[in-house]
């Protein structure tokens, strides 16, 4: 690799090669304890996943495959990659702003978003997709709500593509309120250099004065976009969140291509609805009570099949960490029903795999281990004292209560080795965190002097 710094601007012509290894023809992870997240299937002690073609081709014990390149998993975890089904990656340059009654996340992230040049949101999308890939989440799905012109929007699917990552680029408008268009013709260019591994979608927004007919049609525009373009689309529900719900069912906006995120207060008929019509729901459990939407409880949302759970920023989380996130909603759960066996932890990393992937509409590429399925696995190293003291028991509880980030050692992505040893391949951490930190401060002068 001749160009050691792909970190610092997103034009530079060095980057899309440097970033990630090329995939290897043929993997074989062997003899690790694969914890598949089927629907229906268990954990399988000692047992090797061949990956060929960046696809899973076989799952099972003492697979022979003479000219792989081997991955030794014994003693160690093998999961499918976490999916978060919902970001804003370009607030990761935000850290440490929302302080609550000094800085309340709105306002302070609205007049940051307004100082951020296209290369400040290729810097935080790609710092926030590495923190994310590092943490052991193979795929995003980004509502990237701060296109201030074509230039940004480029920026970001840049960013989203050299990180390595899997995901959906919803495509969004140039601010949170709802009074701005979104540019649908840049969005069906970019649409065009969909990667597969990277898609497009829609980032929507409902009229935040739901009376205003004007600004329905512009968003029934969109929408009607979208669908004709086959695209998925997300949709924040929060704030007013039962009245907004209610103008979606009303105005027969639920379909299988929408999911609405937050509506963590929803009603059981709004959910009903949303059942019927085929459309996921995303809670995003640490954002959503940092930010005072009240407490996220999973079991509120049994009867929704298509359920997710997302970071939702990871400045605004604190960090791109599931563990963390799987953590919040359990305790939140077990708390609020005074019951400690709630919720079960195998259910929970199946939420944070399997179904996060069905809710955004990926679940038939990612999310679980299974032959056919893209290769987004990782490999979770429990020799740390957070996880040792462990002689045997539940290992989704292990899991679920005792990892970090730290301990997911490898992590492949469409068949490419992105983490291994428990470092990210391709990245000089140091100059990342300089650029990262620069472009975070570039940020705060410039909003200072608006
Ligand atoms: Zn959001």
Redesign the pocket.
Known sequence: MSCKLPVVLFTASCLSASVIAAPADTLLIRNGYLMPMTENGGDRPATDILIRNNQIVQIGQNIVAPNAKIIDASGKYVLPGFVDA?N?LWVTTMRGQFRNKQGKFFPVSNKLASAMQPDDVWQAMYSGSLELLQSGVTTTGD?FDNIRGPEWGDAGFKALKQSGIRGIMYYGGPDKTTKNKIDLEHLAQLNKQSTGRIQLGLGWRIPRDLSSQQNWAMRDKEYKFAIEQKMPIQV?VSGDARAMFDALIDRHYLSPALTV??ASDALPQQLDALQDAGGGLVL?PVSEQRVGYGLTLLNHFNNVKRLGLGI??NALSGSGNMFETLRTAALTESGEAKDETLPDPHKLLELATRRSAESIGLGSLTGSLETGKRSDIQIINPNTLNMGGYGGGDPAALIVYSAQPENVETVIVDGRVIKDEGKLLGVNMEQLLKATNASARKILERSAVQ
């Open positions: 919902h804003h509502f924040h995120v937050h995003t939702d920023g």
